[in-house]
């Protein structure tokens, strides 16, 4: 059996010998940052496609290689025949079917900046994720404003809110104008409170919040900024607020409120506090890392 054992042994390190040669060790190297690079690919592309219409495809055309696998086994000569004589089509049958996406794929990755995206894809696809949260509400703040609907966002950042979040009604969905307006039309069972946003997501609405203590705000606050006020005052969070009384928008950040904001300027708050503050944290830890 120890023989066996050792043979067994032997017979796996040739069988990888060939692909990594283990008695060179330039060799050994180029072919493990080979494979490595390949392995990478395979996984970005895995990780592109995932969210596509072609991952249903895929997971297809994988169940049909295991059924022809099976049918091989099991000597069902018929349906294995005729399921090899697909595969072996496949490859017209993958071009044919993944039409839309190879081209959409190939259009991206031929622009330089999608090139660079694509060893960095975990950090890009963060970037544009918040960025389409700021356009989401924005948007959404615009539409409610001009209809003059009362309304409370509260983006969380480093500071954990779970508190807050149980307080409300978890909805963990993705960002969209149409579901904030939604949230916040009158006479909704969640148009009253707070929404929250987490990891570019609607966590839960109509959340309680603490209402900030300062006795120098003016009288023309109403509760919605007030509370708006007080979880930047316990958190380092940002609220937008629209009054239902004006329609008027508000940003509050730090125990401070900017008020009569324009969609613009709004926008340009939170880029600055969402975007641009978190590419210099990164920025911050990576020489921190180098550093120590």
Known sequence: MLNSLVENF????????????????????????????????????????????????????????????????????TLAFILNKTIELAGFAVVVLFQPELRRGLEQLGRSSN????FNFDESDDVIH????????????????????????????????GEIINTGTTLDSNISSELIINIFTPNTPLHDGALIIRDNKLKSAACFLPLTDNPNLSKELGT???????????????????????????????GGLSRNLTPDTLRKALNKNLLE???????????KGKSK
Request: aromatic share 8%; charged share 25%; glycine share 4%.
């Open 224 to 254: 919605r900024h007030r509370a708006a006020l007080g979880i930047t005052e316990v958190s380092d969070c940002i609220s937008v607020v629209v009054s239902e009384e004006t329609g008027k928008i508000s940003y509050a950040l730090n």
């Open 130 to 161: 918040t960025t389409y949260t700021i356009e989401e509400i924005v948007k959404a703040a615009t539409e409610l404003s001009k209809t003059q609907t009362g309304a409370l966002i509260v983006v969380e950042r480093e500071t954990k809110l």
């Open 277 to 287: 503050k978190k590419t210099v944290n990164k920025k911050l830890s990576l020489w």
């Open 10 to 77: 032997e017979n796996i390190t040739n069988f990888i010998s060939v692909y990594i040669p283990i008695n060179a060790p330039l060799e050994m190297l180029k072919s493990i940052i080979d494979i490595s690079i390949v392995s990478y690919i395979i996984f970005k592309l895995i990780k592109l496609g995932k969210e596509t219409r072609a991952w249903q495809l895929v997971k297809g055309i994988v169940v049909i290689f295991i059924i022809a696998m099976l049918s091989e086994w099991l000597q069902l000569r």
């Open 115 to 118: 090139i660079r995206d694509f």
